[in-house]
C-alpha cells in the first residue's frame, strides 16, 4: 500500500545515521518488526539487536538483584554497542529513566548503537500531559515512523495472506 511504502522510504532513509528514531503506532501494528527491519537495514546489522521493556527488563540485558532501572539502561546501552537498542513503550519510561537514556544517547560515540523506541499514538498526548518529558520527546521527533493499522491499509491482504500462507505451508512441509 501507498503508507507501508512511505514507512519503507523512511526506513531506507534512517537505516544509514546513528539518530534515535521512534516508531509509533497501534498494539499489533507491528513496531517491533519494523524496528528489526531498521536494524537490518543499516550498516548495524550485524551487532546485536536488543529489545527491552520499559524497566530496561530483557532477555539480552542481565538483571542484577538490587539494581536500578539507570543502571539496567547502561547495561541495555552496552548490550546493543555496535547494534540497534529498542525500547518498547517508550510512554511507560519512568522520568529518571528518561533522563537515563536521554543522557546515554546525548554521550554516546558516533556508530556506538543506534537507539530505537516505539510509542502507541497517544505519545503526543503523554507529552502534553507530562508523562513524557518534551526534551526526551524531541531526541526522537525529527525521525519518527507512523506504521498504520492494517485497517486502514486493506490492500495490503491479499500480499499478506499469501505470504503466510507460504510461511505455513512450509513450516508444515506442506
Known sequence: SKAMREVAVQLDEYAHGDAPV???GEHGVGRELVARVLHQSSP????RFVAVRPTFEGADVPSHAGDDACERAKRALRAAAGGTLLVKDVSDLSAPSQKTLKRAIRE?????CQVVATAD???????????VSRDFYD?????????????DRTEDLPTLFERWVKHYSQEVGR
Open 22 to 24: 521512534m516508531i509509533t
Open 44 to 47: 548495524r546489522a550485524t551487532g
Open 108 to 112: 554516546r560515540s558516533e556508530g556506538e
Open 121 to 131: 499514538v497517544d505519545v503526543d498526548h503523554a507529552v502534553e500531559a507530562k508523562i
Open 139 to 151: 531526541l526522537f521527533a525529527a525521525r519518527r515512523i507512523e506504521v498504520p493499522p492494517l485497517r
